[in-house]
Each structure stands twice: as structure tokens, then as C-alpha cells.
């Protein structure tokens, strides 16, 4: 049963820290998506990749967040400094085609910064 | 842009009893639309989704939809809820260059045995 999976499931850090978030998308697959979820904005799409390269990372914030996928088999999203308005869920999401084929959610990162 | 409107923020039904979540969108053209749910403190699941053709669609779970064009609704049914059905639904839809998914705001469903 492919999935996609993420590391850490919890993270509680401090102000300022960095945090490092993992993803890897199911085997085969060539997209991948970030989003948050807090309770306020609800799912917001953070960034974008198709075959390792980013294609929309208009939802990030540019100054402190950074995406990338070093390889096919692993995506990460990075937080430096980290802030308490950073606490959220932050999901991975993976899929074959950006427009017919859907986005397989992978079970959340949640961080929580004080 | 598009945009997704989930009118009910929460909803409560009996078990046994029937279902309706409402989803309005707002998008030129055809979108694609998608329904999710969310168990807590897991990720979301598809439940179905809408591309084109036959207007209502078979998800899993014993869900269906039904799009509306006329209406600009995509609501979610389900003809006898179960305890285990109890979730936060979302709505969603893609009508960009790419697979990005414009979510609604949840609907919180709670089934009272």
C-alpha cells in the first residue's frame, strides 16, 4: 500500500530555531505539494513540484521558508528562523500529473513554536 | 480566481440518518472538483472527484456527489451515516494551469448513535 509518509509527525521547538520538515511522495510519482493547515486560513498551498522543480511557490513566505527536493524520493521544507505564527499542520502531498490525476496527502507534520 | 464556499461549519446528524454537504464554487470555466476528508489527526483522503461526463459521481464510503453547473454546487451525499463517518469534509477545487487545489473551509460532521 504505497503512501506518502512524513517526518517528524510532532515538532515543538522555540522561536528562532530552525525546523526541518521531510516528505517523500510515493514511488513513481512526480509532483509534489506542500500545504498548510491552521485554523484560521484553513489548507493553503505553500509550494509546488514537478520533477524536482519548483513551479509555484507563491504561498511561501519568501524570507524564512524554503522548499526544495534534493532527489526524487525526498522533499523538504525548511523554517529560519521559526515563529509562533508558524505553528501549524503542514502537509505533503504527492501525485502523477498536475491536472487529471489527484493529490495523495500524506499524514501531516504537526509543529507548534514557542 | 477560484474560490470554494462551504456554508456549514458544523453539522450533526443521527446515525442511520441521510447526508448532505454543501460546496459552492466560483470558477469561469469547468473546474475539476474534488471532496476529501479528514480524520483527526490524519492527513486527507480522497473521496471522489468530478473531471466531466456523468454529473453525479461514486466515491468511496458510499459517497456521491452531484455536479451542478447551474448552481455552481458540488454537494456531497450519503444515503445512511455511520458512526465512523465522523470528520471534517472538504471540499476542493482545481481550475488553474496546474494541480493546485483551492480548498474550502471544512465542514466538521458529528453522528450522534
Known amino acids: 500500500d504505497a503512501r506518502v509518509t512524513q517526518t517528524p509527525r510532532d515538532k515543538v521547538t522555540e522561536m528562532g530555531q530552525e525546523v526541518t520538515m521531510r516528505c517523500q511522495p510515493i514511488l513513481g510519482h512526480n509532483t509534489v505539494f506542500w500545504y498548510r493547515q491552521t485554523m484560521m486560513q484553513g489548507l493553503e498551498l505553500l509550494a509546488y513540484f514537478r520533477n524536482r522543480a519548483p513551479l509555484d511557490d507563491s504561498g511561501m513566505p519568501k524570507d524564512r521558508f524554503s522548499a526544495e527536493m534534493p532527489d526524487a524520493t525526498l522533499a523538504t521544507l525548511k523554517i529560519q528562523p521559526s515563529e509562533p505564527r508558524d505553528s501549524a499542520v503542514y502537509f505533503c502531498?504527492?501525485?502523477?500529473?498536475?491536472?487529471?490525476?489527484?493529490?495523495?496527502f500524506g499524514p501531516g507534520t504537526r509543529l507548534l513554536v514557542l | 480566481a477560484q474560490s470554494v464556499t462551504q456554508p456549514d461549519i458544523h453539522i450533526t446528524v443521527s446515525e442511520g440518518a441521510s447526508l448532505e454537504l454543501r460546496c459552492n464554487y466560483s470558477?469561469?470555466?469547468?473546474?475539476?472538483l474534488f471532496w476529501y476528508v479528514q480524520s483527526p489527526g490524519q492527513g486527507l483522503q480522497l473521496l471522489l472527484k468530478?473531471?466531466?461526463?456523468?454529473?453525479l459521481v461514486q466515491g468511496i464510503k458510499g459517497f456521491e456527489a452531484e455536479f451542478k453547473r447551474s448552481q455552481s454546487s458540488f454537494n456531497l451525499r450519503k444515503p445512511s451515516v455511520h458512526w465512523s463517518d465522523a470528520a471534517e469534509y472538504f471540499c476542493a477545487v482545481v481550475g488553474t494551469s496546474y494541480g493546485k487545489l483551492t480548498f474550502g473551509q471544512g465542514t466538521i460532521l458529528t453522528v450522534h448513535p
Open positions: 470558477y469561469g470555466a469547468t473546474p475539476y
Open positions: 502531498a504527492s501525485g502523477l500529473d498536475y491536472q487529471e490525476e489527484t493529490q495523495y
Open positions: 468530478y473531471f466531466s461526463g456523468d454529473t
